[in-house]
């Protein structure tokens, strides 16, 4: 690149927001708030949110989205942040501490879970929805948004991670999704998937720990990472060898606050016998 172009690259960069990822944090009494022993589990919600960056045209601003689509599945894992917070207030008594960090914006302005380069980053489409904010983006465009919005939240998740480890602490992580009951007109029977990445330990074990959990239960359905899932696994629990797992729930079991918790009730003890099991707490 020309120096030319490399200063009007930077000048674009310094005047971009930053999105940086929302966090939370449990004592190990489960309670909200940090806490003087390092946490032991580092939860992750990377479609938390359906907002969108409406203040800012360089990210795509509405995206040009109707209000059906916005309150859609394509837009955010509706209840997964709910049951990523039922879960980290559970799994932090047992983990000497957790930490929660989400998304503040939709997946459709940046979908935090996909690498740069991948085409669903920023959806022209998502399932049956068209998203006419991210028709025939230009190179420039899609820097923008990395830089923005991408870049600043896995930022976030490592900062996160490396104080922890810094602290003496190897924190386990777990990636809470959830997925639509019918996808392209199919229904889908599964209500609790369990996906991995290379490294399958912690992943087994709660296949193994669900047995009784009363969901059907399924091994890398209804993704699996041949489909390109586990990118935020890839990022930042596979180079530090990190105990890791990937968590998708059928979205119509957590559609309220009070089934966001129940279903919390019913996994934490799933997790926490699967996080106990293989020494990842």
Known sequence: MSQPAQRAANSQALSLPRFDGVV????????????????GVVLICEHASNTLPEDYPELGGDLGLDADTRASHAAYD?????????????LARVAGGAVLVHAPLSRLAYDLNRAPDHLAAMPPKSELHLVPGNQNLTAADRVARTQAICQPFHATVASEIAQLVARGRRPALIAVHSFTPVYFGQTRDVEFGVIHDDDTTLTM?????????????????????AGDVTHTIRLHAVPMRLSNTMLEIRNDLITDAPAQDAMAERLAPVLATALRETGAV
């Not at 074990?205 to 990472?225: F, H, I, Q």
């Open 78 to 90: 509706i209840g997964a942040l709910g049951l990523a917070r039922g879960l980290a207030a559970r």
């Open 205 to 225: 074990a709660v296949m193994l720990a669900a047995k009784d959990c009363g969901l059907d239960t399924r091994l890398n359905e209804p993704y699996s990472a």
């Open 24 to 39: 939370e944090h449990w004592r190990a009494d489960g309670t909200p708030g940090k806490g003087e022993t390092p946490a």
